[in-house]
């Protein structure tokens, strides 16, 4: 199996939030919250928030969210010396996996799996690994680079105001923690590379 390039735009989350006018404050699934308004300072609003089934997009109230795990392939890595790159063997790994579904879809997904359900076994869960902190001696990663230009994209032209309150985002180098913090929460697909 071989998942979406993170790199491309990703299903959207199972909540819809939509701005509201402040007389619909009360009613089922609105909420107050505050935005950062530039030459203003913090402005109340309302959202109502809805969930959405991750195939459909369609608005429903029997959406559920199905967590699930299965094998990826990854692909062998060309060495690049120039770039930093080791050559990688391909491997298999485990991609866990979550799906915001209503009813008809989850059915429908969970169908599709029962055939390789009653033939499997069910397991122990493995004890979750710890990886010790790896301290690079070759360089910049890479990854870390191209993650972090990202960030710097998100921040120059996407962010909220809120999020950077004005504040030049840096050509180069380390990101203010908070920035970060702030793309993780907004794109949770793309972690921080370690």
Request: proline share 9%; charged share 30%; hydrophobic share 35%.
């Amino acid at each position: 199996m071989r998942l979406p390039n993170p790199t491309r735009e990703v299903p959207k989350m199972s909540i819809k939030a939509t701005p509201v006018a402040p007389d619909q404050a009360g009613q089922p699934g609105v909420t107050e919250t505050q935005t950062y308004v530039e030459g203003v300072g913090n402005v109340s609003v309302y959202i109502k928030v809805e969930k959405v089934d991750d195939v459909t997009e369609a608005v429903t109230d029997d959406v559920q969210t199905l967590r699930f795990s299965v094998p990826v392939w990854v692909e062998p890595v060309a060495a690049d010396e120039e770039k930093g790159i080791e050559a990688e063997e391909g491997y298999w790994k485990v991609s866990n996996r979550e799906i915001d579904l209503g009813k008809k879809n989850r059915d429908a997904f969970l169908k599709s799996l029962d055939k390789y359900l009653t033939a499997s076994r069910e397991i122990q869960a493995p004890a979750p690994r710890t990886v010790a902190a790896k301290k690079s001696t070759t360089g910049p990663n890479p990854e870390l680079t191209e993650w972090r230009r990202r960030v710097r994209t998100w921040l120059t032209n996407e962010a909220p105001a809120s999020v950077t309150h004005g504040e030049k985002v840096p050509d180069r180098g380390v990101l203010k923690g908070a920035w970060e913090a702030a793309y993780v929460e907004k794109h949770p697909q793309d972690p921080k590379p370690e």
